[in-house]
């Protein structure tokens, strides 16, 4: 195969992907980006934890939150759970990789304090025990998925978000994610705006 016509399909592939998403999750991200500004409005903040190429996004979501988007603003309470390696590898060692992001919560968690959860298959152990530490704290939860939403989407409970991206590719679930956060970091940013 030309290696032209491949990165055409990427393209192809990551645009149909984007179409589908925004067919079914505009209010959902619009309902994420309510509850972020609620909470950072109510002085809580925003927890976010994911692995691999999630664990990146729930960097760089922090990092818009914390810095800026692309408005100038106060800074906003963001912490991503997966940057801490002597945290993260010594709750790995005494206890299990499953709880590496739960322990940090049960730490750091308080009743109002939102979760963003990322696993682009629903799978992933260690952020769904986020998520049940998540709501043992009160925590309400944005869960970002993919392909059938995996055991993620029984834990989520009333008042939680599922932005799952309709897609079984991991690469055009990860674009679409990082889509997604940009697009809560910037109704975000239209809201702080908008209060004065």
Known sequence: MNLQTRIQQHFAASIDTKQKALAVLQEPILTAAT???TAVQNGN???SCGNGGSAGDAQHFSSEMLNRFEQERRGL???????DTSTLTSIANDYSYERVFSRQIEALGRNGDVLLAISTSGNST????AIDAAHDCGMQVIALSGKAGGSMKDLLQAGDVELRVPADSTARIQETHLLLIHCICDLVDQMLLTQG
């Open 35 to 37: 509850m972020v500004f």
């Open 45 to 47: 903040k925003i927890l």
């Open 77 to 83: 309470p963001a912490i991503a759970l997966t940057t």
């Open 126 to 129: 260690n952020v769904n025990r």
